[in-house]
């Protein structure tokens, strides 16, 4: 997992890695962003977790156009909103992002699909872990995981003060 920021254009507005790093590990969600079978785009908003590593997971159900388009084209961009701050007066908008290159993987082992699940379980109901792990059990046959592998990423930012 590289992160990448050479290629932006603003330089000025670079967002430091270990930043980037807090809004990956703590953003509610991401933007999963493809191309479709017809070759339009096609962008989904998704809860996901980070291994703290080089991947992120997220769930969905075994079938749909998102699914069908990952076992196509398996290279799709990730962006992720940190703090956002609209400022009317000024005409502009505070803000950080960070877009990554990911490969995606469809998991097939259980191990993997309940590791996954134990994530996204810490980080979007740690109060509920028990009852979630149970829940996840139960729905696991009707529960997709998919894994993107970080390949780059970047960051950006913009401060007024």
Known sequence: MKYENSKIRRQDRLLDEARAREILASAEYGILSMIDLDGKPY???????????????????PEGKKIDILECHDRVSFCVVGNVNLLPSQFTTEYESIILDCETTICTSEEERVYALELLLKKLSPHDF????????????????????ILTWSGKRKKTR
């Open 43 to 61: 962008g989904v908003p998704l809860n996901f977790v980070w291994d703290g590593d080089d991947a992120i997971y997220i769930h969905c159900a």
């Open 130 to 149: 028990d009852l979630g792990m149970k829940y996840a059990q139960k729905s696991l046959p009707r529960t997709c995981i998919v894994r993107l592998d």
